[in-house]
């Protein structure tokens, strides 16, 4: 007998669900980073993050920044939706103690976000790169030309690999950017307003999500002078197996109609 539960009834619901309450769209989810969630942190400070999913809570709980940088500052209504965000402006990181091994050498990461800045690819206008040292865990950041404004583009790395460049229009507006990241191929990358790109040939192995650092530098650290990361982050979202194309590009599609971004 399959695991069917129906419910009927007679009425609706008409009460709001719980903002800490799990979804059905959460799915497998290893780490949920919502900080639209965030209830009880008033605008400007510097709040730790409880990430939601089925990692381990050291994994999931973003208390931490890198040297001697700051928290991102929380920003009530800054989101597409209104919600809350993050602002990363330079000087920011946040990062967790925890880190979760990638036993499939597969991976997919979505995340929601505002690019502020970009940069030539030696930059360090990073989103997200892997803690520790370089490798074995994916990077997401914004590059341009050498003057750092022409040509602007999202580039996903895995593990040292060359990296796949994705033009952007608009490049200040919020988008959902989305990597399907595998080891034996193809792999895929969803940004908005763009078409799905295809990498066939293989991505070398992800081995495990390593302290996923927010708003660092080329080597993953924080820069308390400015310089690294500059972004505003509504939410991410982080699997351990790598999505088809058809699911990542729904996942993302939905996002952008849940926080109405075109």
């Known amino acids: 007998m399959p695991d069917t539960v129906a419910f009927f009834g007679q009425k609706a619901i008409t009460g709001p669900i719980p903002l800490t309450r799990p979804n059905i769209y959460d799915k497998d989810a290893l780490i949920i980073l919502d900080p639209g969630r965030l209830t009880g942190a008033s605008p400007g400070v510097r709040p730790a993050v409880m990430a939601r999913g089925r990692a381990p809570y050291a994994a999931r709980n973003f208390d931490q920044v890198i040297n001697d940088s700051l928290r991102p500052e929380f920003v009530w209504n800054g989101g597409p939706d209104n919600l809350g ?63 750092g404004v022409t040509n602007p583009r999202v580039a996903v790395f895995a593990s040292g690999a060359t990296g796949v460049y ?11 950017i989305g990597a399907s990241i595998s080891s034996t191929g193809p792999s895929y990358t969803y940004k908005t ?16 999500i390593r302290h996923p650092i927010f708003g660092c530098d080329i080597l993953g650290r924080g820069l308390s002078t400015g310089g690294a990361g500059d972004f505003l982050l509504r939410e991410a979202r982080f699997f351990d197996r790598a999505m088809g194309a058809d699911e990542l590009t729904e996942d993302c599609q939905r996002l952008e109609s849940l926080f109405g971004i075109t």
């Open 85 to 147: 965000v993050l602002d990363f402006s330079g000087d920011r990181s946040l990062t967790t103690e925890g880190r979760v091994n990638i036993n499939t050498g597969e991976c997919t990461i979505i995340l929601t976000v505002r690019i502020r800045a970009y940069g030539p690819t030696s930059s360090n206008l990073r989103i997200l790169e892997p803690g520790d040292t370089p490798g074995g865990s994916p990077a997401i950041r914004p590059v341009a030309d050498a003057d």
């Open 166 to 176: 994705v033009p952007t229009s608009n490049p200040n507006d919020w988008k959902v």
């Open 193 to 208: 307003g763009d078409a799905l790109h295809t990498r066939a040939a293989a991505y070398p192995e992800v081995t495990e």
